[in-house]
């Protein structure tokens, strides 16, 4: 079993900028990945940004704006995201996976809103 925990989350005007941290704890093993998702009312959850066996891939939507990073000996992965838009408010969602199971864990989300 993996537990993720995340924080960070909140109010943020437009141009703002969060930074959201996610630890995991139990049964963490590598190869792994990690990352964040999101999803916003009525809409699929959608990839923000994960970090895998080396690689870091970024939605387009939030490249250049966006950065992904992870601390491997604290188990926790980040999100700083810099110039928010009203379109990144979505409950965001930490996301744990070891490469060759099937097996994926969430955390609980944790809601950004950006608003003026």
């Known amino acids: 079993q993996v537990q993720l925990v995340e924080s960070g989350g909140g109010l943020v005007q437009p141009g703002g900028s969060l930074r959201l941290s996610c630890t995991a704890s139990g049964s963490i093993f590598s190869p792994n990945a990690m990352g964040w998702y999101r999803q916003s009312p009525g809409k699929q959850r959608e990839l923000v940004a994960i970090m895998t066996l080396g690689t870091t891939n970024y939605a387009g939507s939030v490249k250049g704006r966006f950065t992904i990073s992870r601390d491997n000996a604290k188990n926790t992965v980040y999100l700083q995201m810099n110039s928010l838009k009203p379109e990144d408010t979505a409950v965001y969602y930490c996301?744990?996976?070891?490469?060759?199971?099937?097996?994926?864990?969430w955390g609980q989300g944790t809601q950004v809103t950006v608003s003026s």
């Open positions: 996301y744990y996976h070891r490469i060759g199971l099937a097996r994926e864990y």
